[in-house]
C-alpha cells in the first residue's frame, strides 16, 4: 500500500509538472484539504474540496512559465497511507520572469487510492521574493 501511495503522488507530481489539470485531479479526493500554514491564518485551509484545488492547479500552471517539481525522498511512515515527502521545486514565474525556487516537506493522506489531505511546509519569503515587482 505505501508504494502505490508514493506512485500516487509521483503521477500528482508529473501531471503538475506537465500543466496536465486533468492528470493532477484525477490523482486527488473529492473532499480534498490542502494547507500551507505560512500561507495562511491556522485552521484555514488553501483549498477545501475537489474544486478548489483544480482552481488551485489551474492557478499554478498559469502564475508558471514552466512548473519542474522534483521527488528528493520520501520519508516511509508507520501510517501507510500517509507519504512524507521532500521536494524541490523550480518554476519560472510568469510575471517577472525570475525562478521560485523552494524546499518543501509535504505530509500526504491518501484514501482508497486518492489524495485526500496535504499538509505543506515551505519559506514563504522565497515565494515573495520570485514574485516581487510582479503586475497586479
Known sequence: MRESNFELYRRMTAALNAKDIEGCCACIADDIVFEAPAYREPGVPVASGGADMRAMYLGLMESFDTIDYRIERFIPALDPDLVIVEVAGNNLVAAT??????RYLFMVQCREGKISHILEYSN????RTAHENAES
Request: glycine share 10%; net charge positive; hydrophobic share 20%.
Open 124 to 127: 514563504p519569503q522565497v515565494f
Open 97 to 102: 520572469g525570475k525562478y521560485y525556487r523552494n
